[in-house]
Structures are given as structure tokens and as C-alpha cells.
């Protein structure tokens, strides 16, 4: 039994002008419609895109589940043409596969060397970013990346948070999106960035029981649709059609705030990081003290934390 869902903000034919005074400044995720994205959202069919981008080979997740779990990897990497891969991704059962006839394809474009280079569709499938207008609802300097990404339907990727801000523009196909609010972090079961809750409409309450506590909100995307999630909300998504699409991530922070080796823009901010480290070391540090004293001076620690650091500006 999933939480009710609150509801997603929808905007239509939105400018930057009031994307940036009028939506932005609230840190609340919105739905953007009538935005002119380009000819991609017509032209942009199985057959255009492999005749387009041809034989360049990508690196795919391959899973024989529709829930894809980064936690425990039930998933494996295979490296295809992008024709093919294309095609499979399309298919509801494969006459050539990995693993199964109903596996699910999943492509999450990468720099050209993923150490080094962020995904940026215009350097990784220029033929295919000619056809696409990204809104460029905030400053030339403060983009990121631009990520491809083409999900076989019925795909679910797993709950987590990105550190920037981003578009999720959908070229074609639904998607059904869940949200998060960052405040309800605790409820959410978190290994590193991601959620260890996979099947958020029907989780496993003995195993998560404060799951219920967090307050889901909950929209659906259809073709030409441009969804803004502000950084640190978390959210989970599912493909309900085969379908193609772009995020952009953009810096919302000063460049120095984040990890200049981060090249998927999803390792915290070098302050955060740096604090997290200081606690390790402040838990240690307390392991010294018998139970009863270690007991009381933690408990005095979170007082501490949530005295200096929290904030009563968001909901």
C-alpha cells in the first residue's frame, strides 16, 4: 500500500523570465508544458534514431526485472551497437538477448571517457542534439551535463537524489514520476544517495515501517514534457512506454562548492562530504566512553545539530 499522493505543480507555456521569478525560487518540483523543444518530440522515432546515430556503441543496463536495484546490481552492463540496442529497447519480447526474451534495456549516456568527461548529447550524438532546444532557463556557466537516456517500457529505476538541479525533458513516451521532499531523508532507508525501498506503490512496511512517514507526490509525463526537480528531492521512475529522453543538470550552488572529479554529478558537495567525514571521526571518538556516556553525549551531538543546522525556511 503506497502513501497518498500529493500532486505535482503544472505550468503551461512557461518563459524563463517566470520559470525564474515565479516557480524556481520555491525548491518544489513542477511539471513545464508547451515549452518548444524542438523537432525531436516528432522526430524522434525508432527508426530515426537508429538510421541517426548508426553504430556507435554504448554501454546498457540489462536486467531481467522491471525494478532496477543500484544497491545490490540486479542488473548487468552489455555494450551494443546503438541501432540494436534501440530496437531491443522497443521490443516487448527479443528474438536476441542476454539473459531472457523479456529482459529490459537501459541507457544512461556517459562522457566519452566516464572518468574524465561528463554525458553532454552534443558531444556524445551531435546528430541527434541538432534536432532538440534544451530550455536554457538558467546561465550558460552553471550547466553540467546533458544526459541521453532510452528505457525499454515498464522499467523502474530506483529511488535517490542528485546534488544539481535538473530538467527531465520526456521526447516520447509516458513516464510516471514519485517524489520525495528532501526533509523526509530519514524515512527513506538511504545507502549513500539512494533509497533501499525499490517497489515504492507496495514496500515492504515490516522491513521499512517508517516508509509510510514520508510524503510522496506523484506525476505523469507525457511526450513534450519538461518535469524540474530541484536538487535533493529525491525521486523514482517509471517508463510506462517505451520512450526517449534528456535531463539537463545544471549547478545550483558556486562551481567551488562541488567535487571537480564528479563527473555524473551525484557525489555531495565537497563541504557535505567534509562534514560527514568530521562526524565519522566525532563517532569514534565517542566509542572511547562506556554505554551510558556514549548514549548521552550522542544524544547531545543531534541536539547540537539540529539547534545550528536546521532550518525552518522549507516545507
Not at 505543480?9 to 513545464?32: G, N
Not at 512506454?241 to 539537463?248: A, L, S, T
Not at 560527514?276 to 563517532?283: C, E, F, G, K, P
Request: with cysteine; aromatic share 14%; glycine share 4%.
Amino acid at each position: 500500500m503506497a502513501q497518498p499522493a500529493g500532486p505535482v505543480a503544472w505550468h503551461s507555456e512557461v518563459s524563463r523570465e517566470r520559470f525564474q521569478q515565479d516557480i524556481y525560487p520555491l525548491r518544489k518540483p513542477a511539471v513545464l508544458k508547451g515549452i518548444d523543444l524542438g523537432t525531436c518530440t516528432t522526430k524522434w522515432t525508432v527508426d530515426y534514431l537508429s538510421q541517426t546515430a548508426g553504430t556507435k556503441e554504448v554501454k546498457i543496463h540489462v536486467s531481467t526485472v522491471p525494478q532496477m536495484d543500484f544497491l545490490s546490481k540486479n542488473f548487468i552492463y552489455r555494450t551494443l551497437p546503438f541501432d540494436v540496442f534501440v530496437r531491443r529497447a522497443a521490443e516487448v519480447k527479443h528474438n536476441e538477448y542476454f539473459i531472457s526474451e523479456d529482459e529490459k534495456y537501459y541507457l544512461r549516456s556517459l562522457g566519452e571517457d566516464p572518468r574524465k568527461d561528463i554525458a553532454d548529447i552534443r558531444k556524445q550524438f551531435p546528430s541527434l542534439a541538432e534536432d532538440i532546444r534544451i530550455p536554457e532557463y538558467f546561465e550558460k556557466e552553471q550547466f553540467f551535463s546533458s544526459v541521453f537516456r532510452i528505457s525499454s517500457a515498464g522499467l523502474q529505476l530506483w529511488t535517490h537524489y542528485d546534488i544539481m538541479d535538473n530538467f527531465l525533458i520526456q521526447i516520447t513516451g509516458k513516464k510516471r514520476v514519485i517524489l520525495y521532499n528532501p526533509r523526509d531523508a530519514p524515512y527513506l532507508y538511504l545507502s549513500g544517495t539512494k533509497s533501499e525501498v525499490l517497489n515504492v506503490d507496495n514496500p515492504d512496511l515490516e522491513k521499512y515501517p517508517l516508509f509510510m512517514k514520508a510524503r510522496r507526490y506523484e506525476c505523469s509525463l507525457e511526450a513534450g514534457d519538461v518535469l524540474f526537480i530541484p536538487a535533493l528531492w529525491f525521486h523514482n521512475v517509471i517508463s510506462e512506454e517505451f520512450g526517449v529522453g534528456v535531463n539537463v543538470f545544471w549547478k545550483h550552488l558556486p562551481s567551488e562548492c562541488y567535487d571537480k572529479t564528479d563527473t555524473y554529478g551525484n557525489k555531495d558537495p565537497t563541504a557535505a562530504s567534509r562534514a560527514v567525514q568530521i562526524l565519522d571521526r566525532a563517532l569514534k571518538t565517542l566509542e572511547e566512553l562506556p554505554e551510558e556516556y556514549r548514549d548521552f553525549y550522542a544524544r547531545r551531538m543531534v541536539l547540537r545539530i539540529q539547534e545550528k543546522a536546521y532550518s525552518t525556511n522549507y516545507e
